[in-house]
């Protein structure tokens, strides 16, 4: 598996927590798409013509919920994996949010974040595409 083959978007309104995942990811070689909010998170896909492979969205944020968001992109992106993080534990996770594929409770390390992705893009089945 080579990471570069895959786009993973970051959708975290926690500027210093998004900006953490995101340099994680890009530094183990992913494309990494990075949104503040789901709204913007939604403009971001919707700008970007490649597979995104893995959404990570954040639970609590303003405008649009990463619940909702996750709905939304798993609409025109059915075969997207999606990780849901909250600081808030189970009380957070709604009956809706049983299509995610795994959630996270912060604080995430690197390494768990990292082994979590992987894992996701196992799961998938994903054959890389050649370069």
Known sequence: MDPSDYCILVAEDNEILRYVTSKTLS???YCVLQAADGREAMRREAEYDGRIHVLITNVDM?????????FQMRAKRPDMKVLIVSGDGESDFPPEARSHDLALLKPVDSTALLSTVAGLLKDRG???SAH
């Open 62 to 70: 303003p405008g649009m919920r990463g619940h909702e968001l996750a």
């Open 27 to 29: 530094e183990h070689g």
């Open 126 to 128: 994903d054959v890389p």
